[in-house]
């Protein structure tokens, strides 16, 4: 792999954007400067602060919720139609500053500038799929079976809401829950991670431009995220929280949102297996193993996480998917030609040693890579490891790098009980030409989620999420839009 300097500094177009990146926190339609010490929002590929923002206290939490319970009867009360032409706009907008929305996520978060244009093709589709969805919101309405009446079901906004993002897809995670909470008539509290809050300022400011009223949509970014989130959790007068990222902090939330009975929606960790039978086409899987591995840098709650590969062809598909990760070019994101950007911190650089270091003393072989680099940045090579044994860590945990760890299987049973020996049930990859047993993998393997010879699933028209430990509820397609809307039965006797 071909490791490229990382020591620049901001061009003048990099400074001229992020000067055009509103600081403040955004409540009530207004940008605020807060009162505590700002945040700084580090690019992961060189370790400098290349912006500082307001920081949200607990009493700002606060005043972003009474601004979104002040707006959300008028909200409720537009029309479905005006809500879908304003998250309209909103795509359009999207589109047309595009160039923005990339590079300011490959300046926060990393990843390669490609690959942030991907992420703003994907991120713009849930506007433009809920835009759709707000005006098909409908009900029922039948006799009942005894026949002394009418029975109507039809649909509210559930209310005001709560959405805390991670780091990973700054902008995805946020109009993946901001699109069908605006189309179901409900406004919202938006918390980024204190990590990449720039997308989600600068995407508000766009909300605003495609008509979003004064208060329908609220901003703080914090760096407390705890102590600002439970006093708006607490608070009676929210009525949802929809949450992503990882497992135990979902499950700290699920606890406090157990006090008032709050909705939620929990799009959690993932520990994906990624399984090759004997009979794959080797290609197509090495092609799918690169895209649910190294994707994102491998920071995604949909990369495969262990490769379950039969005896017989495990040998062949690590030295084709090696060959393969030689050839990336590991760098900032922003530079022509990067492919692997930057992990999103030190701690994450840390974690990825102490997996390889863990893996190895079970007995496991790196074949390449396998260490951070010197130098700026929180960058890790792309590291292949095969005989990864039962209990390393790299099983176990979600590994949230770039480090494809393989082990093997002898018969169909053992690869599907491998496959669900974790308590994550997020996604699963098959590759099989035996269209038989790739359905008998659908049934058995325990996920909310399935790619079938392909490597990436996510799709703003599907329904997207988990089970088991990896949540509750869906994002996106026709169920996205049920997260924010409740459901009202009258009777009407005949
Ligand atoms: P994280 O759980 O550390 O943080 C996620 C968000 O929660 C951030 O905004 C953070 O500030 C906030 N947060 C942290 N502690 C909190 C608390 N006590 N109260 C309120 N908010 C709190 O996760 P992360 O590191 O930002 O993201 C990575 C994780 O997200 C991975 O586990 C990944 O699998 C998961 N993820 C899941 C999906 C999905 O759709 N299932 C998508 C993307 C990421």
């Not at 060189?46 to 008028?74: F, H, Q």
């Amino acid at each position: 792999m071909t490791i490229v300097d990382t020591t620049a500094e901001l061009t003048a177009r990099e400074s001229e954007l992020l000067a055009r990146v509103p600081d403040g926190l955004f409540i009530g339609g207004r940008w605020e400067a807060g009162t505590r010490e700002q945040i700084q929002v580090q690019d992961p590929a060189t370790g400098r602060v290349i912006k500082r923002i307001a920081n949200a206290s607990p009493e700002d939490g606060m005043r972003a919720l009474d601004a979104a319970v002040a707006a959300a009867d008028e909200w409720a009360a537009t029309a479905p139609r005006v809500r879908g032409e304003i998250l309209r706009r909103a795509f359009d907008l999207l589109q047309e500053r595009r160039d923005d929305f990339a590079l300011l996520m490959t300046l926060e978060m990393g990843k390669p500038l490609a690959e942030a244009n991907g992420e703003v093709t994907y991120g713009g589709e849930f506007l433009r799929w809920f835009s759709e969805e707000a005006v098909r919101i409908s009900g029922r309405f039948g006799q009942n079976p005894e026949g002394t009446g009418t029975m109507v079901v039809s649909h509210r906004p559930v209310g005001p809401s709560f959405l805390i993002t991670p780091w990973n897809f700054p902008l995805a995670m946020a109009t993946r829950k901001i699109a069908p909470a605006l189309a179901a008539g409900c406004t919202v509290v938006v918390k980024p991670a204190e990590l990449t809050p720039l997308t989600t300022l600068f995407f508000a400011q766009l909300l605003t431009d495609a008509g979003v009223a004064e208060g329908v949509v609220n901003v703080i970014p914090t760096s407390t995220a705890r102590t600002v989130s439970e006093p708006i959790i607490a608070d009676p007068r929210l009525r949802k929280l929809s949450f992503t990222g990882s497992t135990p902090v979902g499950r700290s939330l699920l606890a406090q949102a157990g006090q008032n009975v709050l909705r939620t929606s929990m799009e959690l960790g993932g520990n994906a297996p990624f399984v090759v039978f004997e009979d794959a086409d080797l290609d197509k899987a090495v092609e799918g193993a690169m895209l649910a591995k190294f994707r994102n840098i491998g920071q995604a709650c949909t990369a495969a996480n262990r490769f379950i590969v039969h005896e017989s062809v495990a040998e062949e598909f690590a030295r084709r998917v090696t060959a393969k990760v030689e050839a990336l070019r590991i760098g900032r994101g922003t530079d022509d030609g990067i492919t692997i950007g930057p992990l999103i911190d030190d701690r994450a650089v840390a974690s990825m040693s102490a997996l390889v270091e863990d893996a190895v003393t079970r007995g496991a072989r790196v074949l390449t890579g396998g260490n951070a680099p010197e130098g700026d940045g929180f960058f890790f090579e792309p590291t292949v490891i095969v005989d990864v044994q039962p209990g390393s860590e790299l099983l176990r945990e979600e590994i949230f790098g770039p480090i494809l760890a393989i082990s093997t299987f002898s018969t169909e049973d053992e690869a599907v009980a491998a496959a669900n020996s974790t308590e994550y049930g997020l996604v699963g990859y098959v590759f099989t030409r035996d269209l038989a047993r790739g359905q008998r993998m659908i049934d058995r393997i325990d996920t909310g989620m399935m790619g079938l010879n392909t490597g990436l699933v996510s799709n703003a028209a599907a329904p997207f999420g988990g089970v088991k430990q990896s949540g509750l509820g869906r994002e996106g397609g026709l169920e996205g839009i049920n997260e924010y809307l409740s459901t009202k039965y009258t009777l009407i006797p005949a």
